[in-house]
Structure formats: C-alpha cells, structure tokens
C-alpha cells in the first residue's frame, strides 16, 4: 500500500495506524498524528486502520505554552 506521510511516498504493509508510528517513530518520542488532516488522538491508533494513498501528518509534540 502506498501512503504520503509527512508529504513523501511511502510503500507500507502496516494497517494499523499505530503500527506505522512504530516502525517511522522511536519510542522516545511524543508525536501527534493525523491521518487525512484529521487529528487521531494517542486511544485511538490501534484502532485506526489505514487505506492506499491515506496522507498521515506526523507532528513532534513540544512543551511549552
């Protein structure tokens, strides 16, 4: 399945959304993410499954205000 994440063409097998963060995102890091510019909270992306030419924005999460 091919996916534009972060505006790049990836080839990916994972379905699940949380499976793709696995695999592009270390554990250390805090990230939100939207899939289709829709915002999927952290509960949600096991749940989240994936379709061919889905756009996934991965955002590093930073502190402050």
Same mark, same amino acid.
């Given at each position: ?5 972060? #505006?790049? &063409? $990836?080839? *990916? @097998?994972? %379905?699940?959304?949380? /499976?793709?963060? #696995?695999? &592009? $995102?270390? *554990? @250390?890091? %805090?990230?939100?993410? /939207?899939?289709?510019?829709?915002? $999927? ?25």
């Amino acid at each position: 399945m091919q996916l534009y994440v972060n #505006d790049e &063409l $990836v080839q *990916s @097998e994972h %379905r699940q959304l949380s /499976a793709l963060i #696995d695999a &592009l $995102v270390s *554990s @250390e890091q %805090r990230v939100a993410v /939207a899939v289709n510019q829709q915002v $999927v909270p952290r509960s949600q992306w096991s749940e989240c499954l994936l379709n061919d030419n889905d756009r996934i924005d991965i955002f590093e999460s930073i502190a402050g205000g």
